[in-house]
Each structure stands twice: as structure tokens, then as C-alpha cells.
């Protein structure tokens, strides 16, 4: 397993941004339609402008789920935002994927105009998608490319006065792929459920193109806009460089394009077949690790981006890689319903990261609440952390201690310490509120109600407890936990009765089981 040491690491594979999309919470304010903004921008097909694409203005649908392995379908269809009332605007009437939605086109120098004739509501998270076009040599079907807008009305004020005029390019393509790919089954099927947490979740999954390219320049980045994060530069000009081989190419019927729909498939070398490059990258970002050789080929046939990379990857996995903020030696993570990343520091300390990586804990971190060695962390549902602290050889350093949502401590300077702890190794959070934690020197788990104070009975032994590492907690409220030392899990009840026997549950090719 990859560990955390002295940095955070994002992966951005379009699937780390949905982990808060699960969540039933729903919104009952209904959003008001904001008169869109105008803008310009330039689409390019390498260091070419594509003359005659179609430029169409899409959000994000609320209805339905997209991503890997969903179905394109009508409930998951991005939203078409265009409006037949704007000048130069022309209806899609060809039977494909975007028929009957409006569209603008490209002029002899790659550029087009959208001149506010759309309309769209806040929290909406808004993309373009330019299909087709001439970049040279003749007209491309296939040249399919994307730009990640972000939030309505937020994304178009941010670059409405932009100049020169935004860029949709193979770059920007790469960064809205990885971006929100958690979310999307193809460049016109993006989309997430109603549910607030949901829209939380895609929000920051479109923010996250702005980690990795410049929407105004069409540039990868090196370095995130906060400044303390490194983008993998290198790859996504190499990943951009791929599909520019079949979008300056003759069209789908080119060996660029075949060699890219065949080895980018939505199952990777497998499923269905892309017939444009923005699908293409999406389908790389849901399976990184496919025909990786295939593909590196493709992009140093002929490089409009550079510098790319100068040997063939393991896999097309991007990482962003963020420092700050306190960070130190880690050890534990969570997310909460914002979307924040919490880690614990061995330097007792915590720290808290934005969706985008901004450090938002000081340099220092979050001290304080007894901690002492942070091995775990846990949100509970009214957004407070929870950090189990341990030491095999120290008992002053095992202690429970919390943290509201602005990272001032609520336990105390001492933390919380009774209840059994010993070695604190994992903690989890019930329904109820109440917070259970894995003992791994005494071989039992604790269990403490939302004031910190040990449930009777508390600690629970039994059920083939031996070295317990991480636990989880499933919907009717029984606690399951590793034991790495007997090759077995084991369960219980919320009352803290063991479920399972005297060892453990085994089998199923457990072996020193972890997490």
C-alpha cells in the first residue's frame, strides 16, 4: 500500500473527487436561473486552430449518475445550456449524442463567441465540448475536446474578461477527463445525483481541472494555482500529445485514431469503443493502467506539447502532490462533508487541505486536545474530528482527542483517555455518534459516546480480537475489524457483543489482514 510521508497526494483517476457522492442528504432551495456571461475563446488541435468545430455549453445533470461502468442514458445526459436566441447559434440536427442541443462554430482562426445566450443556475458545473472541425487536414469527425468551467455563474465571470481568449485544447481535454471522469461515462453523459453531498462531490471533482491546466493559456501546469502542489507537467503534455496524434490526423479512419478508439475503450482495452478523443480520455482516466504501451506510442509520433515525458510510464494514473499546512510524517486521513482532507501529523499535529489541496491549517497544523502520536482520524455527522492517538511503549501517549470543524480542540489538553485505550491504532463512527476504537496492544476495541466518555462495558473483548488494525462499521450498526496477527476479522455487535467466534472469522485468502 502506498503511505503518506511528508506530503498529500491527490489521484486523480476521476474517482478520488467522488467519495462524497454517495451521501442521501438532499436541498430543498430551488435555484434561481442567472442570466449567462459572455465570452471567447480558441479551440486547437496541437499548435493548430480547428476551423468549423462545433462549440457546445454543457452542465453537469443532477438526475442520474455517470462514470465508470454506468450506461450512458437519459437520466445521466449532460444539460445543453446554448439557447437558440444567440447570434451564430445553429441546432445539432445530425441524430448523434448532442441532436437538438445549440451549438457555436468555430471560425477560420479557431475562434467563436458565446455572447450570453444561455442561462444556467448556481451550483451547476459547467463544461464545453467542441466536436469536429478542420485542424489542417481536413475535416475530423473525431476530434472530440474538452474545457471544465466549474461553478455557474462563478466559471464564466472567472475567465469572461480573459485575454486573450480561453483555449480548448488536448491539454484542457486531459485535465477535464481526469478531473471529473468519477462522474461521467462519456464527454455528453456527465452527471450526478440530486443529493447535496453529491453536488459537493462533483464540484470539487471540476475544480480539480484547474490543478492541472490553464483554461486561458491551454498550458499544463507544474505548479498548483495555491502553490503548493506539483502537477505531473510531463504526463499530461504526454496523455495530450496521444490524442493529438488522431485529432491532426485525417479522422477516425486514421491509424491515429483506430490504434486510440482501440486501446481507450470504455473497459479500457475492452467494452465500447470511443468515436471521439474527449470520450477516448475519459475512458484512459477510468483505466490508467491499460495498453499503456499502445497509447505512449501514439504520443511521440509527432509531440505538439512539451516536455512530455522521454520514456514509457507504468500507467497514466495523474497525481497531484500537495506539502503545507503542517504536514509531517502522516499517518491517518479523512475526508469531510466538504470535501476537505484531514491528516494526522507524528509530530503531534493534524492538518486540513481544501478539495483542491490548498493548506488550510497553519504551518504548525492543528495542535492541541491531548494529542500526541495521530494514527487515525474519523469526521463525525456534525463535521468534528476524531484523532486516536498510540503508542506501544508509552501509556500517557493513548488518547482519543477532537477537533471542531475550524481545528480548535474540544477535549481538553489532556484528550480523552479512559475507556481501555491501548495502542489506539483505528477509530470509526457510528450512527448514534458514539466512537469505537481498535486497541492493537490489548486486543480489544473501546467505545466512547460523542462527549468522549467510555459506553458501559467499554473496552470489548473476544470475537478473535489479536493485533486488530483498522475497523468499519456497517448500516445496521455492527463493528468489523482486521486482526493482523491471526489472519482473521472480526465482528460485533452496537452493543459490543462479539458476533463472530473465539477466532475470528478466516478464510477468503486472509493473510496479516490490514485494512
Not at 421 to 433: H, K, V, Y
Request: proline letters at 5%; one cysteine or more.
Amino acid at each position: 500500500m502506498r503511505s503518506f510521508t511528508c506530503g498529500l497526494s491527490l489521484l486523480l483517476t476521476g474517482l478520488v473527487c467522488g467519495l462524497l457522492s454517495g451521501c442521501d442528504l438532499s436541498s430543498t432551495a430551488v435555484p434561481t436561473a442567472e442570466a449567462g456571461v459572455a465570452f471567447n475563446g480558441k479551440v486547437m488541435g496541437g499548435q493548430q486552430v480547428i476551423v468549423g468545430a462545433h462549440v457546445y455549453l454543457l452542465a453537469a445533470n443532477t438526475t442520474g449518475y455517470g462514470g465508470p461502468g454506468i450506461a450512458a442514458s437519459s437520466g445521466n445526459a449532460s444539460v445543453s445550456l446554448l439557447t437558440s436566441s444567440g447570434p451564430g447559434t445553429t441546432q445539432d440536427t445530425s441524430g448523434g449524442p448532442t441532436n437538438g442541443d445549440y451549438y457555436v462554430t468555430t471560425d477560420s482562426n479557431g475562434l467563436f463567441s458565446i455572447t450570453g445566450d444561455y442561462s444556467c443556475t448556481s451550483g451547476q458545473q459547467v463544461y464545453m465540448y467542441a466536436l469536429g472541425g478542420n485542424p489542417g487536414s481536413g475535416t475530423n469527425s473525431a476530434a472530440g475536446l474538452l474545457e471544465a468551467l466549474g461553478n455557474c455563474p462563478g466559471g464564466a465571470s472567472a475567465f469572461a474578461s480573459a485575454d486573450p481568449n480561453v483555449v480548448i485544447n488536448e491539454v484542457t481535454t486531459i485535465a477535464a477527463a481526469y478531473a471529473f471522469a468519477g462522474f461521467a461515462t462519456d464527454a455528453t453523459h456527465v452527471s450526478s445525483s440530486g443529493a447535496a453531498l453529491a453536488k459537493t462531490g462533483i464540484a470539487n471533482a471540476f475544480a480539480n481541472a484547474g490543478s492541472l491546466a490553464n483554461i486561458v493559456t491551454g498550458n499544463a501546469l507544474a505548479t498548483t494555482p495555491a502553490g503548493n502542489g506539483t502537477a505531473p507537467q510531463t504526463e499530461i503534455y504526454t496523455l495530450a500529445n496521444t490524442l493529438a496524434a488522431c485529432v491532426n490526423s485525417t479522422g477516425p479512419g486514421s491509424s491515429a485514431c483506430a490504434t486510440l478508439f482501440a486501446d481507450a475503450k470504455s473497459g479500457g482495452s475492452s467494452g465500447t469503443a470511443a468515436t471521439d478523443t474527449a470520450t477516448a480520455a475519459i475512458n484512459m482516466a477510468h483505466n490508467p493502467g491499460a495498453s499503456i504501451a499502445a497509447l505512449y506510442a501514439l504520443s511521440i509520433a509527432t509531440p505538439p506539447f512539451a516536455p512530455a515525458l522521454s520514456a514509457q510510464p507504468n500507467d497514466f494514473t495523474i497525481v497531484v502532490s500537495y506539502t503545507g499546512g503542517g504536514l509531517s510524517g502522516t499517518g491517518g486521513l479523512a475526508i469531510d462533508a466538504s470535501g476537505n482532507v484531514w491528516i494526522g501529523n507524528t509530530v503531534a499535529s493534524i492538518s486540513e487541505f481544501s478539495p483542491t489541496g490548498v493548506a488550510l491549517s497553519p504551518s504548525t497544523g492543528y495542535t492541541g486536545g491531548g494529542l500526541t502520536a495521530p494514527q487515525a482520524i474519523a469526521i463525525d455527522a456534525s463535521g468534528n474530528v476524531w484523532v486516536a492517538s498510540g503508542s506501544k511503549t508509552v501509556s500517557a501517549d493513548n488518547v482519543i482527542s477532537k477537533f471542531n470543524t475550524s481545528g480548535s480542540p474540544l477535549s481538553g489538553s489532556s484528550g480523552y483517555t479512559a475507556g481501555g485505550l491501548s495502542d489506539p491504532f483505528s477509530i470509526a463512527i457510528d450512527t448514534s455518534g458514539n466512537v469505537w476504537v481498535s486497541n492493537h496492544v490489548a486486543a480489544t476495541i473501546s467505545e466512547l459516546n460523542s462527549s468522549g466518555t467510555p459506553v458501559s462495558g467499554s473496552p470489548f473483548s473476544g470475537g478473535g480480537l489479536a493485533s486488530p488494525h483498522f475497523m468499519a462499521i456497517d448500516n445496521s450498526g455492527n463493528v468489523w475489524t482486521t486482526n493482523n496477527d491471526n489472519n482473521s476479522v472480526s465482528k460485533f455487535n452496537s452493543s459490543g457483543v462479539a458476533v463472530s467466534g473465539s477466532s475470528g472469522y478466516t478464510g477468503g485468502g486472509l493473510d496479516e489482514p490490514y485494512g
